[in-house]
């Protein structure tokens, strides 16, 4: 298994501005995936981000609203940009294992206002 | 990955097996069954997966039918901690993503 913290684990952020979220692993791991949870909504897949590569958005994200970044095999971003209360979500990183199992942070909880 | 159904809710008491079912009836061969849960507040924890076998660890029993069009996710003793979101996923390994349903609210009473 793997070991997953994100920063921060909470926050509360004006409307117009941005936010980064950092998620890192205690192993290195290929894959490595973003997730947006709106309240009381079931998890939606941002995108795949693979070190050494530009990530791979699902429809309805975008990069320039969502740009992620995979500096190493052990870390990601994914910044929130120019945000709007529509924003207000969970957002969780998470990671391949062995069998494909997938291990997920804790989540940060954002809120817009 | 295929579409998966699951209930919407369920109850079970303390101590006694939960069992949630999930139909995936258009299941392709190469795509596995996950499940994971989610307790309030919390990312999701994996808990299981197999292919055509049923398969059991620490945490819970996975029983899939013969022709895997459906499966039933087996908690032995339910405590209160149980209380949680289960998503049944069908993954497809090839395809290297998630696709998570609404899952089913499983609420362990006393």
């Known amino acids: 298994s793997a070991v997953i913290s994100q920063k921060p684990s909470r926050d509360i952020c004006q409307r117009g501005t941005s936010l980064t979220i950092q998620c890192q692993v205690d192993?290195?791991?290929?894959?490595m995936f973003w997730y947006r949870q709106q309240p009381g909504q079931s998890l939606t897949l941002i995108a795949t981000a693979n070190q050494g590569s530009e990530a791979t958005y699902e429809s309805g994200f975008v990069i320039d609203k969502f740009p992620i970044s995979r500096p190493n095999l052990t870390f990601s971003t994914l910044t929130v940009s120019n945000m709007s209360p529509e924003d207000s979500s969970i957002y969780l990183c998470s990671v391949s294992g062995q069998g494909y199992e997938q291990y997920f942070g804790p989540g940060t909880r954002l809120t817009v206002t | 990955d295929a579409k998966t159904t699951q209930p919407t809710s369920m109850d079970c008491a303390e101590g006694r097996a939960a069992n949630l079912p999930c139909n995936h009836s258009t299941i392709s061969g190469n795509e596995y069954v996950y499940w994971y849960r989610q307790i309030h507040s919390q990312g999701p924890q994996y808990i299981i997966h197999?292919?055509?076998n049923n398969e059991t660890n620490e945490m819970a029993s996975l029983i899939i039918t013969e022709d895997r069009k459906s499966s039933t996710l087996i908690l032995p003793h339910a405590t209160l901690r149980d209380t949680a979101v289960y998503y049944c996923i069908a993954y497809n390994t090839n395809a290297g993503k998630s696709t998570f349903g609404d899952g089913t609210t499983l609420t362990v009473k006393p």
């Open positions: 197999g292919l055509k």
């Open positions: 192993s290195q791991v290929t894959m």
